[in-house]
Nanobody
């Protein structure tokens, strides 16, 4: 059925950059909103950034000015450009896909981002 796959995670030194990708497949309806969430060990999952189909974005305060979310509607793909990474950005990053007509959310398996000091 619907499959959501993240990629692009890895190990980066503080101050470095990573670009995450999220590809959704098997979707028969328009994806209304997509977002990135992250969860560090022992912490709750938190919202990082969201983007609507028309490109309206929202960012957590701690990533504003450093992260940029974007999407390619034709490819059902979303990206997260992460610059000036900090050790506190270390977490598993998850892609969320929301389809209004189905009133459903789909999640990817997560991709690990590790920022060393």
């Amino acid at each position: 059925q619907v499959q959501v796959v993240e990629s692009g995670g890895g190990l980066v030194q503080a101050g470095g950059s990573l670009r995450l990708s999220c590809a959704a497949s098997g979707v028969r309806f328009s994806i209304n909103a997509m977002g990135w969430y992250r969860q560090a060990p022992g912490k709750q999952r938190e919202l990082v950034a969201t983007i609507t189909r028309r490109g309206s974005t929202n960012y957590a305060d701690c990533v504003k000015g450093r992260f940029t979310i974007s999407r390619d509607n034709a490819k059902n793909t979303m990206y997260l450009q992460m610059n000036s990474l900090k050790p506190e950005d270390t977490a598993v990053y998850y892609c969320n896909v929301h389809i209004d007509v189905l009133t459903r959310d789909y999640w990817g398996q997560g991709t690990q981002v590790t920022v060393s000091s």
